[in-house]
């Protein structure tokens, strides 16, 4: 399997740091930086996160709730990722005074959309990851 779960757990590290952070700092300057530092970070998160969700989903989950919970978590992933690359494409460079809301309600979705996606990936995908690689190894 391509996919590198301790590359992902390390991302799934800086993007909580990313949230703490985000959530310390309330002026339009520092969360807009913070939103340059973690662009490569992000986009790597999102790349891997969705490649081992899509992995997981085609090795057959152990349940069938599993299985729903990760088939829809897929479809989530893919609006949610979209949602953040746009801020980072609309946000990335700066915006002007008027636009300062927009990107301060933008990155606050982000940022909770980030925080469900963490609390699933600890609970659900991670675990299932485990058992699913211990299962496929040949004996």
């Avoid at 970070?41 to 729903?68: E, F, G, N, P, R």
């Avoid at 609309?90 to 990107?103: I, V």
């Amino acid at each position: 399997m391509p996919i590198s779960i301790e590359e992902l757990q390390g991302l799934h590290e800086q993007v909580s740091v990313l949230i703490s952070d985000f959530s310390s700092q309330q002026d339009y300057k520092s969360r807009l930086a913070l939103v340059r530092a973690s662009k490569v970070y992000m986009s790597k998160y999102l790349k891997l996160s969705c490649a081992l969700l899509t992995w997981i989903h085609d090795q057959s989950a152990s349940t069938d709730k599993l299985k729903v919970i990760f088939r829809r978590s897929i479809q989530d992933l893919n609006s949610d990722a979209k949602k953040i690359v746009g801020l980072y494409l609309q946000y990335g460079h700066g915006c002007d005074n008027a636009d300062r809301f927009k990107f301060q309600m933008a990155f606050s979705e982000a940022i909770t959309l980030l925080e469900l996606r963490l609390k699933l990936e600890k609970e659900h995908i991670f675990p299932e990851y485990q058992l699913l690689s211990r299962q496929n190894q040949p004996v």
